[in-house]
């Protein structure tokens, strides 16, 4: 509610999408828009080609859904009749963020219909997913088949770039929603552990506890965001109160006992006084006037923007420390 009536006061002249603000489920919004913070300010919405691609005859979407990976597909309506060449500049635009190629079925303006992979598959299953994406003549069908990390990061990517190139993300249009029922904790393959999604004195859902014991994939935190036309703008979590809870936080995430106790024992201790329940929210406002302003990046609204070395050009810093610094802080230089 504050943030509407700053906003009403603020920028009179942009229009507030809804109020309240939309509440979306992590799992709703990566199903939906394929990134935990959404610009809903327009569709073009992810579709799930799961099932339609297992057995379909097309050999990479059938092998990615029997490896457990995911094919979901974007309607880009209007651009059915994209070359090849600007077609395989979107497949370049995917494969930065780790898909290995864009298929498509391009359904041209004159009733034609071009495919990289239509040919491999039944009449009725194309039809499928033409029905699914409700696509129309003049549209264009994009499809990543990968694990759903990879699927999720290249079409959501994908789906803000052609809202860019069809003018669909209106920046008048502040476009507030509440992204809510995060995975408490994501698997980190490179190290074999489980690793905080948010941090590790967010507590999980009451009655997801049990689930730290037996699938800690699968417990949600109470965290939540607040997101404006596809930037995540605030955050917090109710944090963790109860002492045996957070050491079998520190136990899951697999910290080592002791360390835990010499970094975080006078948490431990305070909480065994009987801390209440508490949380908060951590609003961006530096991120907030940024898309108030209409900038297209932070370093335009900070008082001591940092360049791309993370140099501040106004003070000249970091600059050299001086020897008797160095000695107050008991800092040995061995260059």
């Known amino acids: 509610d504050m943030f509407t009536k700053l906003v ?26 394929g990134k935990d913070s959404p610009d809903i300010r327009f569709g073009m919405e992810l579709q799930d080609l799961t099932d339609l691609a297992a057995g379909c005859g097309f050999g990479v979407f059938e092998n990615t859904v029997a ?13 059915g009749d994209y070359s090849r060449r600007q077609i395989n500049e979107l ?28 040919k491999f598959l039944q009449p009725e299953t194309v039809d499928e997913i033409v029905a699914r994406t409700e696509a129309q003549p003049g549209d264009l069908i994009l499809a990543v088949a990968d694990r759903p990390a990879i699927v999720f990061e290249s079409l959501g990517r994908l789906r803000e770039h052609l809202g860019d190139l069809l003018g669909l993300r209106d920046p008048d249009t502040l476009a507030f929603c509440w992204v809510y029922d995060f995975p408490f904790v994501m698997w980190n393959e490179d190290e074999q552990r489980w690793d905080p999604s948010h941090h590790l004195f967010t507590a999980p859902m009451p ?22 036309n596809g930037y995540e703008v605030g955050g917090g979590s109710i944090r963790i109160h109860d002492p045996q809870l957070q050491e079998k936080i520190f136990a899951l995430i697999g910290l080592d006992p002791d360390v835990a106790a010499e970094r975080f024992g ?22 907030v006037c940024m898309i108030l302003a209409g900038e297209p990046n932070i370093r335009e609204v900070i008082a001591f923007p940092k360049n791309q070395n993370a140099r501040d050009v106004m003070a000249e810093a970091p600059s050299p420390a001086e020897p008797q610094q160095l000695e107050e802080l008991h800092i040995k230089l061995d260059l």
Do not use: C
């Open 8 to 33: 009403a006061k603020v920028v009179p002249e942009k229009k507030l999408l809804a109020s309240p603000w939309p509440r979306f489920t992590y799992d709703e919004v990566l199903a939906r828009f």
């Open 207 to 228: 009655e997801d506890i049990s689930l730290l014991d037996t699938d800690p994939g699968a417990a949600r935190g109470q965290q939540y965001d607040m997101v404006l």
């Open 91 to 118: 497949t370049d635009f995917v494969k930065r963020f780790g898909a290995k190629g864009l298929a498509y079925i391009a359904l041209t303006s004159d009733g034609q219909m071009r495919s990289s992979f239509a």
């Open 67 to 79: 490896s457990g990976g995911q094919v979901r597909a974007i309607n880009a309506s209007g651009l």
């Open 266 to 287: 006078h948490i431990l201790e305070a909480f065994s006084y009987g801390t209440p329940p508490h949380g908060g929210i951590a609003p961006g406002v530096d991120r």
